[in-house]
């Protein structure tokens, strides 16, 4: 038998203005679902990244375009899917750029962007990435928690 | 889902306190109003962050720009009053460690 869940989407254009309005809608989901505060502003800076990096490749080539987002509400964790609408860009290259600051980085080249994927992959439990014509961002957070907590002392140390 | 920005000017310093959330939507505000005070020569720019209920790299990016700018002109950033999740933001992308980051509010303006 297929696991239960609830599902809810929503379109938004892929505008800067509607990503707070994401945010809204899935802190009423994850406290729903009897997430922590903690947990909650985990999710809501990891997804938000997820809808700032469709909405920025839309606006960078001025194409408009729609993001959708999908919540799996199931027992034990919230998986939430941010898929733009068609519009490629380059996985790898924006790989490549992600991660960390560390102190010795000089302060001429910090960079000023591509923290957003380093973002979400430090916050979620799992992470998962398609990329077909668009790309698809699936994350999962569980309930507990737990894990997220080692990733981070990982990150840190 | 806005920003509200307050600045004064004290001789070198600049005060800015701000209020709301800090995303991709607010972000360009903030860095619209702060930049041109970074442009001058040694300048001193103290950013109040006790009242940002949200924060994501978006902002990051914000700071990280006035860092650089500011530094390249001699001049100094320093964030205030961070609640532990700001912190905790600015520690897992290791800009706590590059950065003048205070948690207190400064007082006795």
Not at chain 1, 57 to 85: I, P, T
């Amino acid at each position: 038998m297929r696991e239960a869940f609830d599902y809810i989407e929503m379109k938004i254009p892929a505008m800067p203005e509607y990503v707070g309005v994401i945010r809204l809608t899935l802190s009423g989901i994850a406290s729903r679902m009897g997430f922590t505060y903690d947990l909650i502003d985990d999710l809501k800076i990891a997804v938000s990244e997820a809808i700032t990096n469709a909405v920025q490749h839309a606006y960078k080539k001025d194409e408009g375009g729609e993001v959708v987002v999908g919540f799996g509400l199931y027992q034990d964790r919230l998986e939430v899917m941010v898929a733009d609408s068609g519009k490629s860009f380059d996985i790898n290259k924006a790989r490549d750029e992600i991660g960390p600051y560390n102190e010795n980085s000089q302060i001429e080249f910090l960079r000023e962007g591509g923290l957003g994927l380093y973002l979400i992959e430090s916050l979620m439990d799992e992470v998962k990435i398609h990329q077909n014509e668009g790309v698809t961002v699936f994350m999962t957070k569980y309930l507990e928690g737990e894990q997220v907590e080692r990733n981070v002392e990982t990150i840190s140390t | 889902m806005n920003i509200s920005i307050s600045l004064t000017e004290i001789g070198s310093e600049l005060h800015a306190k701000l209020t709301g959330e800090i995303d991709a939507y607010t972000a360009p505000q903030v860095k619209e109003s702060l930049h041109p005070y970074a442009e001058k020569a040694g300048v001193k720019m103290i950013v109040d962050l006790t009242d940002v209920s949200y924060m994501d790299s978006t902002g990051l990016g914000v700071f990280v720009g006035l860092f650089k700018k500011l530094k390249s002109e001699n001049g100094n950033l320093i964030l205030t009053g961070l609640s532990d999740r700001l912190k905790r933001l600015f520690e897992i992308t290791g800009l706590a460690d590059v950065m003048n980051v205070n948690t207190e509010v400064e007082g006795g303006v």
